[in-house]
T-cell receptor, first 113, second 113 residues
Framework: KAGVTQTPRYLIKTRGQQVTLSCSPI?????VSWYQQTPGQGLQFLFE???????NKGNFPGRFSGRQFSNSRSEMNVSTLELGDSALYLC????????????FGEGSRLTVL | GDSVTQMEGPVTLSEEAFLTINCTYT??????LFWYVQYPGEGLQLLLK?????DKGSNKGFEATYRKETTSFHLEKGSVQVSDSAVYFC????????????FGGGTRLMVKP
């Protein structure tokens, strides 16, 4: 069974640009969550989508957005990039919501110059 | 808001030593508690969980008991191996909060042969 796949794995952007990250969950999983991991702030919840609906949103500015498609694949977008957005962005999938039992991808490492 | 506090690392042990990684939490409700592990070069993996007071989660020789009276969920293993070298994250999830996890800062464990 294939795991959670995130693309791209690495990317470099400049301030002011926007970026779109993609996540393919484990087959059959309907919940996709996104987390930001940085050395200073650790792991922080961005949002969760379940059956194409945003279930929850973390404490991030509106520049961070996401969506989920009917095949459960998800994308997150960050507009007007800032230096502080440099981070590892982790996607996690789960068969259900409200379980906390997440399967994580290896992440997309974003560097903002 | 909710928070999770873990002992700072790195924790360095010799093979076959006893391991304890402390974790305490603050929550508004009655959360489920988790330990996730991140091996070098891999994504986060669920190690164990507990959903109610006095529950003991266990997996791969690791154990943790949900202590509501002390708001703690300490991770223990009787005899560590070199292959246990990883970063360990304690996390909580409030009921009906979807798959939104609040993570601790992580504790790096290094096991020497």
């Amino acid at each position: 069974k294939a795991g959670v796949t995130q693309t791209p794995r690495y990317l470099i952007k400049t301030r002011g640009q926007q970026v779109t990250l993609s996540c393919s969950p484990i087959s059959g999983h309907r919940s996709v969550s996104w987390y930001q991991q940085t050395p200073g702030q650790g792991l922080q919840f961005l949002f969760e989508y379940f059956s194409e609906t945003q279930r929850n949103k973390g404490n991030f500015p509106g520049r961070f957005s996401g969506r989920q498609f009917s095949n459960s694949r998800s994308e997150m977008n960050v507009s007007t990039l800032e230096l502080g957005d440099s981070a590892l962005y982790l996607c996690a999938s789960s068969s259900q919501t409200n379980t906390g039992e997440l399967f994580f991808g290896e992440g997309s490492r974003l560097t903002v110059l | 808001g909710d928070s999770v506090t873990q002992m700072e690392g790195p924790v360095t042990l010799s093979e076959e030593a006893f391991l304890t990684i402390n974790c305490t939490y603050t929550a508004t409700g009655y959360p489920s508690l988790f330990w996730y592990v991140q091996y070098p070069g891999e994504g986060l993996q669920l190690l164990l969980k507990a959903t109610k007071a006095d529950d003991k989660g266990s997996n791969k020789g690791f154990e943790a008991t949900y202590r509501k009276e002390t708001t703690s969920f300490h991770l223990e293993k009787g005899s560590v191996q070199v292959s246990d070298s990883a970063v360990y994250f304690c996390a909580l999830s409030e009921s009906n909060a979807g798959n939104m996890l609040t993570f601790g800062g992580g504790t790096r464990l290094m096991v020497k042969p």
